[in-house]
């Protein structure tokens, strides 16, 4: 299994930004998704996550400005990042748990930066 990320970049303090996550490669299911970030001198942590059913999970800080939503026809994971504060720089990685084999696997993609500039 196979995750690309892309949509991250260089945005105001107050701007938007969305994310998306395609998985590739071999599966039968995808299970929760989700969109984790790494900013500096910090450790990686759950931004937000979605369940196959569509059942969200949010941090604390960004819930009420980021939005995960899901494409299952796409395989793809979205992440809607409005009002964006400079706290929010960090690499956001995607994650998926899926189905390749008979056991449940746990997929990274390899990050996309995000910066907001103040």
């Known amino acids: 299994v196979q995750l690309q990320a892309s949509g991250g970049g260089l945005v105001q303090a107050g701007g938007s930004l969305r994310l998306s996550c395609v998985a590739s490669?071999?599966?039968?299911?995808?299970?929760?998704m989700g969109w984790y970030r790494q900013g500096p001198g910090k450790q990686r942590e759950l931004v937000a996550s979605?369940?196959?059913?569509?059942?969200?999970t949010y941090a604390d800080s960004v819930k009420g400005r980021f939005t995960i939503f899901r494409d299952n026809a796409k395989n793809t994971v979205y992440l809607q990042m409005n009002n964006l504060s400079p706290d929010d720089t960090a690499v956001y990685y995607c994650?998926?748990?899926?189905?390749?084999?008979?056991?449940?696997?746990?997929?990274w993609g390899q990050g996309t930066q995000v910066t907001v500039s103040s």
């Open positions: 490669g071999r599966f039968f299911r995808l299970n929760t």
């Open positions: 979605i369940t196959a059913g569509s059942s969200r």
């Open positions: 994650n998926a748990a899926a189905y390749a084999g008979p056991d449940i696997g746990n997929y």
